[in-house]
Each structure stands twice: as structure tokens, then as C-alpha cells.
């Protein structure tokens, strides 16, 4: 069974930055799409960013030049660099692995708060 653990969450004041960390148990990273999503208390889980094997990266509008997403596939691992944080942007942000036809793995969330 591979898990995915995130990291790096936690309190920050507005304008700070954070880097979120996702780390897999196996290799799974290889030629799949990775990203980070996230859910805000009473909203639906949205897309923030995902990357290909490639590096190829889209973001969502919200996030964009704020947040930057990468990946490094010889550690299983992909980053969050999160910028010029607004309170908005308070959620549990998860990691995610596409699998294609099988499916995702999902990691367990972590919280990011954005207050002063």
C-alpha cells in the first residue's frame, strides 16, 4: 500500500510564505500527473496546482504567481512553494498522485492557516 505524507502546514500571517511538502511511500511519481488540492471549512475540495512528468504546470487563477508547484521523482517527492498568503487561501491542502486508469492516491491533508 503507498501512502503520501504532507508536510510543512501550519499558522501564518498574511503576506508570509510556506513550503508544503508531499513524500510517497513507493515509486509512483514516474510519467504520472501530481498535484495539490484544497478544502476550505464548507467549501468543495478545488484544484490549486498540478505538474507533469514533463514539468509542465497549471495553476488555479487565485493562486497564480503566488504559488509554485514542482516535483522531484527520484525522491517521490513534490513541493507547494506558497507565497504572499492571504487568508483566503486558509484550507487543508492535499496531495495527489493520478494513476491514470487506477485510479489516485490521496494523502491525509494539511492544515494551512493564514491569520494575523
Known amino acids: 500500500q503507498v501512502h503520501l505524507v504532507e508536510s510543512g502546514g501550519g499558522l501564518v500571517q498574511p503576506g508570509g510564505s510556506v513550503r508544503l511538502s508531499c513524500a510517497a511511500s513507493?515509486?509512483?511519481?514516474?510519467?504520472?500527473?501530481v498535484g495539490w488540492y484544497r478544502q476550505a471549512p464548507g467549501k468543495e475540495r478545488e484544484l490549486v496546482a498540478t505538474?507533469?512528468?514533463?514539468?509542465?504546470?497549471n495553476y488555479a487563477d487565485s493562486v497564480k504567481g503566488r504559488f509554485t508547484i514542482s516535483r522531484d521523482d527520484a525522491k517521490n517527492t513534490m513541493y507547494l512553494q506558497m507565497n504572499n498568503l492571504k487568508p483566503e487561501d486558509t484550507a487543508v491542502y492535499y496531495c495527489?498522485?493520478?494513476?491514470?486508469?487506477?485510479?489516485?492516491?490521496w494523502g491525509q491533508g494539511t492544515q494551512v492557516t493564514v491569520s494575523s
Open positions: 495527489t498522485v493520478d494513476m491514470g486508469w487506477s485510479g489516485a492516491y
Open positions: 505538474i507533469t512528468s514533463g514539468s509542465s504546470a
Open positions: 513507493g515509486s509512483i511519481f514516474s510519467n504520472n500527473v
